[in-house]
Each structure stands twice: as C-alpha cells, then as structure tokens.
C-alpha cells in the first residue's frame, strides 16, 4: 500500500513539473521519413507542454505542404479578425497528380444522373477530418498537428494503402479566432509547477472566453445558417468534395472520460437514414479498438444527439456522409485533478489523435461499403422525392428583397437549385408574384435536405434535445411560402436557374432629385442601413406614423421622411448623400416634390415624429450570455454599419450614460449589477433613455421595477404516483423549451412593428419566461396567440401557459422607455424575421407614446 501511495504521489509530482511527452506516446511508434520535421523541430517545444497559438498550428501545416509531397495546403476562407483558414489535402504523390480527375469520380457518387456508371472499386474516399470548432476545446487543433505529421511521415504499408485509396482532407483549426483568443489565456497562466486545482485562475476564462468566434457566436451551430465567413468557407469545401466521413473533434466536462457516436439512438432526426446510424456505429468499433489498446476510457449511445443539421457531427447525416462527434474531458488548461484522477493537457491530445488515426483506418476498411452508402442515398433521396406529393416550394414576398435574397443565399451555399418564379402563382389564399418569389423543385439531390429547411415538425420520438428542436427557414425569414402538387407545376413557373450565391441584384432605381424632400421605404431590410448613414452624416429624419399616398404609390407607416430645408447641408449634398444611402443598402428612397399628400397625413403633418441619432450601450460581461450579447454586435455592426459601445455590467455605475440614448440589455442574469447600477439605469431611463432588455434581462428588469409586469409560471406537471430514477432527467429535460417556433399576434400600427404587414409573426422562442399582458391595451404589441406552436417541442404545460403571453411589452419611466422583448429577435443570425422588431426598437423606441406604455409607479 505505501509502495502504491509513494507510485501514485510520484506520477502527480511527475505530472506536476513536466507535460512533455515523446513523440511515441501520440503516435505509433514506426519509422518516419527524417525530412519531414515533426512538430517539436520545428516549434521548439512538444505537442502538449504549451498550447499553441493559431498562427504556430498555420506555420507549422504551411511547413508541410512545403516539404511533403503527400500534402497541399489551401486557403479556404478569412475570418472576421482576418485568419486564415486552411485545409490539407492529404493523399500518394500519385493522386494529387490526378486529383482534378478523382475528385469528378467522386462527385459522380453523389449525383444520381451519373453514379449508375461510376465505378466505386477504384474511386478513393474522402475523409474530412476538422478540429476545435469550439476555441476552448483545444485538445483537438492541438492534436491536428500530430496527425498531419504522421499522414506526412509515417513509412508503412498500412499508411500507403491508406493514401492510395483515401483523399483526407485535414482542417486543423474550425474557429481559428477563438482558438488563439484561448492559446494566451492557458499559456498566460501556465506555472512551471503546475497546479492540478480546478479553482486556479488558469481554468476559469474571463467572460467572453474561448468557445466562439469573433462575434462571439457558437459555429458548431452554424453549418446549416451557414452566416459567418468560416462556415460559409468549410461548407463550400465540403460541397466541393462530398466526403465520405466528417470528423468534429471537440472537448465536455472535465470529468467526463470520451465520447464518441454513435449517439441516442431515439435523438437522431427523422429525415436521416437508419444505415447512417449503422455505419456510424461500425466506425465506433475502430475506435473502441483502439482507445482500449491505450487504455482510455470511454462511452457511447448516450448524451449526445444526431438531431440538429446545424452541427458538424449531423450537418453531414442530412448530405450522404457520416459524421462523428469527438468528446474528450478537457483539461482546460495543462493539468485537472478530476473524478477519473489527474488529467493531464497531453493525455486529451493522445485520445484525439488515437480516434483521428481509427477513423482512418475505418475508412480505408469500409472504403466500398461507405461509396455504396454515399450512392444510395442521393438515389434514394431522388426515389423520395419523386414519392412526395409535394413537387416544390415557393417562397418570396414583394416588399423586400433583402431577405428574400438572403434565403436563396442560404439554400445555395448548400447546392440547393433555386429558380424564379416566371409566373403569378396563388396557393392556399397565398399570391406569389414573379420578380419577388422563388421557387425549390423538391426533385433534386437534395431532397432531404430541403425537406429539413422547410418542414415543421410536433410530434417526437424523443422530448429530449441537446439543441433546438425546429429551424424552419420560411418561418425564420418571416416569408410567405407553400408547397406545390403536381398540377402546380404543370405550368411554366419555373424561370430562370439562379447560378450564382444570391440573385443577381436589382438594380437600385436612381434617386429623383428634389429640391423638396425624400422618402426612404422603411420595408426593406436594409433600410436601417441606409436611415443611420443619413443620420450619421447629419441629416434630419422623421417618420411616418400613419399610412399615406403620393406621387402615385402608397407608402406604409414607418416610411422615413428626409426634409431639402433647414438641414445644414446644401440641396446638392442632400441629393448626393441620399444617392449613396440608397446605392450602399439597396433601400428604395424616392424623391417627392411637394408635401401635400393625396391620401393620408401632408409631410407637414404632426404624424410625423422627429427621430434622433441612436448612440447605442450594450452592456457585456459577466451576468450576461455572450451568445446575445455577440448577435446584437453583430447584426448591428455587420449589417446596419452602427457604432456600438460595449461596456461591462459591473462597471455601469461609473459610466456616463449621458453619452447614450439606447441602452441594450442582452440575455442573462445580471447577477454581477448591483443596486447601484440599477438605480444608474433607472434614472437614466427617466431623463429619456431607451432600454431593449431581452430574454432573461427582462425578468431582472421585472424583478428591478423597470417593466411593470407580471410572469406567469407554468403549472407542475401532473405527480405521478411513480417514476423509475434514471428518468429524472430525462423527465426535467421535457419541461424545457430548447427551441421551438410561435405564432405571436402584431399589432401593425405600432412603431415596433414599422416595416411588417403580416398580422401573425412566428417568433423563435427558448426559455420558459412567460409574462402577462399589460393591463395598457395599447402596450402589448405583440402578443402569442391562443395556439401559437407552429414547429417544434413543447410541453404540455408549457404549451398551456404561453397561450395569450405578452412576447413584447412596453414600459415607461418618467420620459423614457423600456422595450423588454421576451424573445429574443436576432437568434444565432440568421432569425431575419424579427431582426425588424430589434431595429424599431432602437431607431423608433423613443417616439412611443407614454399612453401607450406602463407607466411604472416603482420608485418613481
């Protein structure tokens, strides 16, 4: 026993002073061609004893490319902080002198025209094989390395078989930001005498941390939206090559050991195949193999799902590959104690590089069978479709082509033939209108991917998800849309093929000049665009509150008036100014010669309110969910080109918030805002302020007396008499609502719902923060309706409860107000259909009405 006690204090010391391991201790240990130089020669130190940065990982691919004749390297994408992303193409010398020629072979597999003549025997596979998606998974673009050296290196038979009959393609760094921003926080606080205890600083990241991107956005949900630059770039090479397998290699709980898929059999989408399941659980053979081999531990078929096509692991399921999801326990930084006993940085890094070479060996093992797989599914899926009643879907809407063009986009990043709409088409009440509307023949290879764009889904196997539940991209983009039968198409509907990413782009009409004044048509997504560049330039504006006519054409409520007189710049500067406006947002802005309106309020008319140049806080930092946080950063900065000042939640009390007339609160528990920044807020607010709380900063706001509301809680569900244990939180899961879509009640004439004309909104909703109606009928501008599920899961319970909830309610304090949006309107970028809620909010929330709001009376 002392012997073991003096074993084990040993280890720990050795664990303790030093993580270099040897090069054997990742890799078998076989010989390696002395030309290619293995990490450690070319960095100075071995894999595991620091973290590498993103820009030592490139050096070091760049190395190989160079030196080995196995390897290319190419670009495949910048990211926003301008990193470069890459991808090694790994295969014999011989391949990549044909590599034009093997990729149209492999291509071939996938289109159901030409795969009856392909010849499966001598087309090599493609294994695509991506790492730490996720910035503070670390162990995975660490271990990339390992894995390029030994695909580069290694000199076996097992090794050329592989190569001559596989093209892998090795993307080392999924989120090449993220990953660097956590690199310097792990090595910033790395001892020379390393400390095993998780309380130490070095495994508890400042706020916003590691995981996301630039814009703090989790891209492991973002294969589908596809909305950020490093997915759009991993999803155009994915298409490029259809790979057989896809790899997504990331990190859990550090007392977790390792998980690889398949998952829970029950959580796998409906729209994939049962034989994916089944390959995937043949590969997880491979890596039992070879984790027992090691002797690491490790599980499977539980805790994780294949349900959400938004993820690296499923996104393939839904494109005739397999993908596999890697969890490794992290040590989140070089060294844990943990349940499983001292985790060490290098020890996650074998575990990755073990599965990274299983995969492999699984692939070139399963070489026919996967091709075959990959054949039959683009058959199969053609089979369906010509099955389905449902022959295409049309989309579209006449009043802005901003997010019209921004769907197609999304469906043609992922090969989805889209065509215009050549002719009036009426559909369920519904009319669809050539030159606005597109159409989707449901008669293509991706049939089953389109199936999962456009459905909705409420019923489930399963009432467990590990995200959301429903993704409906009609719905997310607030666009009218129907499925055609077959005597809908027997028409001339389809037009012209869009080709291209987006449709080509209507020309913006040339601004009429005026000496008078212009009109900016507020329907357009990129209006707020165009209204805040007129403002920053120092422009007056003022905005419609009532419908009118003129010069022959109507304009909605929310139309932005911009006066010739009394501005500070000359007739001619106006015109050049309101012509750049238009030509940058491709909002349509009108030239008008005379105030006097036929038909509604003259421009003169007190129903026009003056608007004020947003100056725009979001508060940031602990106590808030960065995910919110970084998709008001981002929709603000990306797409309305407006200055945003970010500040910390702790520090608000010592801010200056004269500087600001729009203060945004995103999601979270503002449990690091004290009184004092409380009462900061609340007098700001009186002297004029706009606050926009969203999600859970809504029921602090409740709970703080700025919104003057009530929450409703949703009933327990019924007692059961009994329950077996291991249903417990299985059971807690289905009270949750992860992600589903509503059906919520607009009340068009309101200001926050400027720019939209359907009476029914849908709203994507999580979290269970259910508020009251206001007793003010004027200040509940949206409301749910009395059967508001549309797509997605909800229970029972919950579903009874969010019956007629408020999902906006405006609130007023002394000459401000208090916008608090229970939902939130910009979810993970790509919810086009209520960014417009967000927008009102910040450009219009001060002209509100104080009778049209609650009037709180807490400490006033």
Known sequence: MRYLLLLLLSTSLSLATAQKMPLNYYLPDIFYNPDIPTPEALLGFQIG????????????????????????????????????????????????????????????????????????????????????????????GNAALLVAYYLAAAQTKEVDDLLANTIILLDPCYNPDGFHRFSTWANMHKNKNLTDDSQDREYHEVWPGGRTNHYWFDLNRDWLPVQHPESQGRIAVFHEWKPNVLTDHHEMGSNSTFFYMPGEATRTHPITPKKNQELTAKIGTFHAKALDKIGSLYYSGEGYDDYYYGKGSTYPDGNGCVGILFEQASSRGHLQATENGPLSFPFTIRNQVTTALSTQEATLSMHDELLHYQKDFYQMAMKEARADGRKAYVFGVDNDPGRVDHLVEILRRHQIKVYELAQKTEVKGQTFLPGSAYVVPTEQSQYRLIRAMFETITTFEDTLFYDVSTWTLPLAFNLPYASLDPAMLKGNILGKEIEKLRPEPVATPSVARSPYAYLLDWDHYYAPQALYFLQKEGLRTKVSNLPFRTQGRDFSAGTILIPVQNQEKTEAEIYQLVSQAATRSGAPIIGVNSGDVPAGSDLGSNNWDVLRLPKVLVMVGEGTSSYSAGEIWHVLDQRVDLVVTMAETNDLYRLNLDRYNAIIMPDGRYNQMDNRGAEKLREWVKEGGTLIPIARAVEWAINNGLVYAKKKKAPEPMQQPRRPYQMLSRDAGGSVIGGAIFAAKADLTHPLLFGIHQAELPIFRRGTLFVEPSENAYATPLIYTNNPLLSGYISQENENTIRNTASILVSSQGEGKVIAMVDNPNFRAFWFGTNRLFFNAVFFGNIISNQSTVRSSVRE
């Open 49 to 140: 004893e620091w973290h590498i940065s993103h820009d030592q990982q490139l050096i070091y691919m760049r190395k190989l490319a160079e030196v080995s004749p196995r390897i290319t390297l190419t670009e495949y994408a910048r990211t926003y902080e301008n990193r470069p992303l890459v991808y090694l193409t790994i295969t014999t010398e011989t391949n990549h002198a044909n590599l034009d020629q093997l990729k149209a072979a492999h291509i071939a597999i996938s289109d159901p025209e030409k795969s009856g003549k392909a010849n499966i025997s001598n087309t090599p596979t493609v294994l695509y094989q991506g790492f730490s998606i996720h910035g503070n998974e670390p162990s995975g």
